[in-house]
């Protein structure tokens, strides 16, 4: 999360390249590593309480707090020239605005950071479909089908972003399948274990993340790539390093305030996307710290420590209350 908060802050040339090149395909390879087969109902229906339901509750409050900032006009506060500007964001969940889209040449607004929520819940429901149509298989025949759909799948996905952006980020889900299937190649190939192997391994990831990053942009929400084989090998790679890193870091250090911190991740990007669409905080922030002659990247590094610190703070005081632990399925 604080990945995505940083990408959201500050991070420019190779550093943003290197942040966008992580900071949601982690979620769906951590997904990928820790699913089970389980049943498309149960899949669904759990996707309604642990995704669906957080995205609505996040949208909603958005665009309630849009309506008061268009009515009051509350210093501070971002005003948005339509009423419904966050209300048609939230029917069509994409991450970035586009005129590429089934209503043809209308701009359609983003809704942030939750698009993720979205594409993971339809991909959820297209793994699980491969994971219940392959459970017959060896592992590695499973893995030899996988990987084969998941690149039928973000072929697709590539052409098809080009043309149009799909509601509800469809075309994201289909790319997400390749990190799903990363994730489930680690865990099956033992690729997580503390030995010799696996540590050049995740050395070598770290490598090919950095290089294309180097070579390019990479927009998993929009299903944009400057070189898409390796940027999304980058993406799978990295993912990979920084979960060997922590895996390797757990056993010197007890890690048990991070994990609590990540059970609440839900929590923390409501916060920071509530505060990134509705409030100019870091704008005047930023601007009193130009005035006092401080660096352009002294300001970004500022802001960056300065909203994740706001957003894990916000993070625990708000857990404290059962309402929004139930709405935000802690797990």
């Known amino acids: 999360m604080v990945l995505i908060i940083i990408g959201h802050t500050y991070a420019v040339g190779f550093w943003q390249n290197l942040v966008y090149a992580i900071n949601v395909p982690i979620f769906f390879v951590l997904s990928g590593y820790l699913t089970h087969r389980k049943t498309i109902r149960q899949t669904a229906l759990g996707g309604v309480r642990t995704l669906l339901v957080p995205y609505g509750v996040t949208a909603l409050l958005i665009f309630f707090l849009s309506l008061v900032s268009l009515h009051r006009h509350v210093p501070g506060m971002i005003t948005t020239a339509n009423w419904n500007h966050f209300l048609i964001a939230a029917l069509y969940g994409i991450g970035t605005p586009s005129s590429q889209t089934i209503f043809h040449g209308t701009v359609i607004p983003a809704i942030g950071a939750i698009w993720f929520l979205l594409a993971m819940y339809f991909g959820n429901i297209i793994y699980q479909l491969l994971l219940n149509a392959t459970h017959a298989l060896s592992r590695g025949k499973e893995t030899a089908v996988l990987v084969g759909a998941s690149l039928i799948l973000a072929v697709g996905a590539f052409i098809v972003s080009a043309v149009i952006q799909l509601p509800w980020s469809l075309g994201p889900a289909l790319l997400s399948i390749s990190f799903y299937t990363a994730g489930h190649i680690i865990r099956e190939y033992r690729m997580m274990d503390l030995n010799m192997r696996n540590g050049i391994l ?81 704008v005047i922030l930023e601007n009193h710290l130009a005035t006092w002659g401080v660096t352009p990247n002294g300001v970004g590094i500022i802001l960056d420590v300065y909203r994740i610190l706001l957003c894990e703070l916000a993070t625990i005081i708000l857990a404290k209350f059962k309402l929004v632990r139930k709405v935000f399925a802690i797990r």
């Open 202 to 282: 995740a050395l070598a990831g770290l490598l090919l993340c950095c290089w294309s990053a180097i070579r390019g942009q990479f927009w998993f929400n929009t299903g944009y790539a400057t070189d898409p084989l390796l940027k999304m090998l980058g993406a799978m790679a990295g993912s990979y390093f920084l979960m060997y890193l922590f895996k390797g870091i757990e056993t010197w250090i007890s890690m048990r305030g991070l994990a609590k911190l990540g059970r609440l991740a839900l929590i923390t990007l409501a916060f920071h996307l509530v505060c990134l669409s509705v409030f100019t905080d870091t």
